[in-house]
C-alpha cells in the first residue's frame, strides 16, 4: 500500500523558513516522481512542482520557484520542501502526492497533509 | 499557465440521482485531464486519468468524458459516500493547474 506521511508544518512567523518533508513507504521510492501540492484554507488546490528519480529534473510552477525547492533523499526514502520567506499567503496545508508509474508523471496518490500557519 | 474553471462549484443531490460537474480548460489539453475526489479531513484521491480511464478500485458509476477545453465527470447514480469536494487537473503544458473545485452535497 503507498503511504506517504508529510511532517514539519506548524506556526512559523513571516519571513521565516520551513522544511517539510514526506515519508515514503509501500513503493519503491526511488522509481517514481514525486511532488508538493498545497491548498490554502477555503481555497482550491495548487501545484507546487515535482521532482525526477534521480533529481536531475525539478520543476516548479513559476510563481513560486524562488521561494520553494524541492529535494529527495533515495536512501531514506523521503520528500522535502524547503520554503523560504513566507508570507501569510503560504498559509496552506501541504501534500505531498506520488506519480502514477511512467509514462505518466502526474500526482496519482496524496498524503494526508500537513499544515503550515504563517503568522506573528 | 493553463486555467482550470469548473462548474458547479456546489452541487446537492438526492441518492441515485445522476451527477454531472463540468471542468473547462482556458486552451486544448488533448484529453489530458484527471478528476480527483476529496473528502472532509482526508486525502485526495485520483478517480478518473486521461478524461477517461477509470482508476483502478473506483467503482463504476463514476466516468469521465471530453475533449478539447471542455471535460466532464459523471457520477450514475449518487451514493451517500461521494459526499465529497471534486477537482479536476490538466496536465497537458506548462505547470500542472487543478480546477477550483465542486462541492458535492446529499439533498
Known amino acids: 500500500e503507498v503511504k506517504l506521511v508529510e511532517s514539519g508544518g506548524g506556526l512559523v512567523q513571516p519571513g521565516r523558513s520551513l522544511k517539510l518533508s514526506c515519508a515514503a513507504s509501500?513503493?519503491?521510492?526511488?522509481?517514481?516522481?514525486m511532488g508538493w501540492a498545497r491548498q490554502a484554507p477555503g481555497k482550491g488546490l495548487e501545484w507546487i512542482g515535482e521532482?525526477?528519480?534521480?533529481?536531475?529534473?525539478?520543476n516548479y510552477t513559476p510563481s513560486l520557484k524562488d521561494k520553494f525547492t524541492i529535494s529527495r533523499d533515495n536512501a531514506q526514502n523521503t520528500l522535502y520542501l524547503q520554503m523560504s520567506k513566507l508570507g501569510s499567503e503560504d498559509t496552506a496545508i501541504y501534500y505531498c502526492?506520488?506519480?502514477?508509474?511512467?509514462?505518466?508523471?502526474?500526482?496519482?496518490?496524496w498524503g494526508q497533509g500537513t499544515l503550515v500557519t504563517v503568522s506573528s | 499557465d493553463i486555467q482550470m474553471t469548473q462548474s458547479p462549484s456546489f452541487l446537492s443531490a438526492s441518492v441515485g440521482d445522476r451527477v454531472t460537474i463540468n471542468c473547462k480548460a482556458s486552451?486544448?489539453?488533448?484529453?489530458?485531464l484527471n478528476w480527483y475526489q476529496q473528502k472532509l479531513g482526508e486525502a485526495p484521491k485520483l478517480l478518473i486519468y486521461?478524461?477517461?480511464s477509470l482508476q483502478t478500485g473506483i467503482p463504476s458509476r463514476f466516468s469521465g468524458s471530453g475533449s478539447g477545453t471542455d471535460y466532464t465527470l459523471t457520477i450514475s447514480s449518487l451514493q451517500p459516500e461521494d459526499v465529497a469536494t471534486y477537482f479536476c487537473?490538466?496536465?497537458?503544458?506548462?505547470?500542472?493547474?487543478f480546477g477550483p473545485g465542486t462541492r458535492l452535497a446529499l439533498k
Open positions: 486521461n478524461t477517461n
Open positions: 521532482i525526477n528519480q534521480d533529481s536531475s529534473t525539478i
Open positions: 509501500g513503493f519503491r521510492f526511488n522509481d517514481y516522481w
Open positions: 487537473l490538466q496536465h497537458s503544458s506548462g505547470p500542472n493547474t
Open positions: 486552451q486544448n489539453i488533448n484529453k489530458y
Open positions: 502526492a506520488r506519480d502514477y508509474g511512467y509514462p505518466y508523471n502526474w500526482f496519482a496518490y
